[in-house]
């Protein structure tokens, strides 16, 4: 297999929830942490109106303050849902766009204001388009392993989409649990299936804690071949445009496990802990991360007194 990226969507999806609106700087603070735990890829912000996500309004300003200082081998992806966010991402600077369709209609609809045909061929194009100017493109599905407003949503429309998009030339492709209905043998049939598609594929997955099935969803995914993890640091999350929204994979706790499974070793576990740590006190709550409230399991025994 190869090397497993984490790719953190805590400033954008953790966020995008949160009545407490966080100021520019401690966005920046947060970031900055992130960037030391060695994480991979950063999702810093979304290009969207800021009446509908008050908390995104600063994204623009977020890229162009911390593109100069990072270092090369982190990458900074930003979500755009229309022709005027990836304007607004090409030019602030954005290194990998993110953008997809979902596979449920009434999503569709109450996400992007499209019917999933209608955002499918708007998709398409705005991915031509960053790639013609240079950009990387991870192309997803939504809802893709159910609806909290339909339910079960039928395989052959997932691979419908993803189908479009491998027929485009679109290989990096994410499927997101939007509405955290996924289950492992679930998750392992449509990554299999997906890969049937085209071997060549390279997978990233998305999942939402809602019902407590994220970290076993994401041991799955990696069993069937994932190589790319979206997960939020302390299980921040949530789609505003679901039925129930649910907080996404915890950062720190997947880290966790792929260390316990002698994975990904490099990244330090310490600063996501922290930020954890950090970001309860700033919101005041406990948040849906465990490791930052237990602390990792020591990998030797306690000493004697």
């Given at each position: 297999?190869?090397?497993?990226?984490?790719h953190d969507v805590g400033l954008r999806d953790g966020l995008q929830m949160e009545k407490t609106q966080v100021p520019f700087d401690t966005k920046?603070?947060?970031?900055?942490?992130?960037?030391?735990?060695?994480?991979?890829?950063?999702?810093?912000?979304?290009?969207?109106?800021?009446?509908?996500?008050?908390?995104?309004?600063?994204?623009?300003?977020?890229?162009?303050?911390?593109?100069?200082?990072?270092?090369?081998?982190?990458?900074?992806?930003?979500?755009?849902?229309?022709?005027?966010?990836?304007?607004?991402?090409?030019?602030?600077?954005?290194?990998?766009?993110?953008?997809?369709?979902?596979?449920?209609?009434?999503?569709?609809?109450?996400?992007?204001?499209?019917?999933?045909?209608?955002?499918?061929?708007?998709?398409?194009?705005?991915?031509?388009?960053?790639?013609?100017?240079?950009?990387?493109?991870?192309?997803?599905?939504?809802?893709?392993?159910?609806?909290?407003?339909?339910?079960?949503?039928?395989?052959?429309?997932?691979?419908?989409?993803?189908?479009?998009?491998?027929?485009?030339?679109?290989?990096?492709?994410?499927?997101?649990?939007?509405?955290?209905?996924?289950?492992?043998?679930?998750?392992?049939?449509?990554?299999?299936?997906?890969?049937?598609?085209?071997?060549?594929?390279?997978?990233?997955?998305?999942?939402?804690?809602?019902?407590?099935?994220?970290?076993?969803?994401?041991?799955?995914?990696?069993?069937?071949?994932?190589?790319?993890?979206?997960?939020?640091?302390?299980?921040?999350?949530?789609?505003?445009?679901?039925?129930?929204?649910?907080?996404?994979?915890?950062?720190?706790?997947?880290?966790?496990?792929?260390?316990?499974?002698?994975?990904?070793?490099?990244?330090?576990?310490?600063?996501?802990?922290?930020?954890?740590?950090?970001?309860?006190?700033?919101?005041?709550?406990?948040?849906?991360?465990?490791?930052?409230?237990?602390?990792?399991?020591?990998?030797?025994?306690?000493?004697?007194?």
């Amino acid at each position: 297999m190869s090397r497993l990226q984490i790719h953190d969507v805590g400033l954008r999806d953790g966020l995008q929830m949160e009545k407490t609106q966080v100021p520019f700087d401690t966005k920046i603070h947060w970031i900055r942490t992130l960037i030391d735990s060695g994480v991979d890829i950063i999702q810093a912000g979304s290009f969207v109106h800021p009446k509908l996500v008050p908390q995104m309004v600063d994204s623009d300003r977020i890229f162009q303050e911390i593109l100069p200082e990072k270092p090369r081998d982190v990458v900074l992806s930003g979500l755009v849902l229309n022709e005027k966010g990836l304007e607004r991402g090409m030019d602030c600077g954005v290194e990998l766009f993110c953008m997809g369709v979902s596979a449920s209609e009434t999503h569709s609809l109450k996400n992007t204001r499209m019917t999933t045909e209608q955002a499918l061929a708007q998709i398409l194009s705005m991915a031509r388009t960053a790639e013609e100017e240079g950009r990387s493109v991870q192309v997803s599905v939504q809802s893709a392993f159910g609806c909290g407003y339909e339910g079960p949503i039928e395989k052959q429309k997932v691979l419908a989409i993803v189908d479009a998009y491998l027929n485009a030339g679109f290989r990096n492709i994410s499927l997101a649990d939007t509405a955290g209905h996924a289950d492992p043998g679930r998750v392992t049939e449509l990554f299999d299936s997906v890969r049937e598609l085209d071997p060549r594929v390279e997978t990233a997955c998305h999942f939402h804690n809602t019902y407590g099935l994220g970290i076993a969803n994401s041991l799955a995914a990696r069993e069937a071949g994932v190589t790319c993890f979206e997960a939020s640091f302390a299980g921040l999350g949530g789609c505003p445009f679901t039925a129930v929204a649910g907080g996404n994979v915890c950062t720190e706790d997947l880290v966790h496990l792929f260390q316990r499974m002698g994975l990904r070793t490099d990244i330090r576990l310490d600063p996501l802990v922290h930020l954890a740590e950090e970001v309860s006190e700033f919101f005041g709550r406990e948040l849906p991360g465990s490791v930052y409230k237990t602390g990792p399991i020591p990998s030797s025994p306690p000493s004697e007194p």
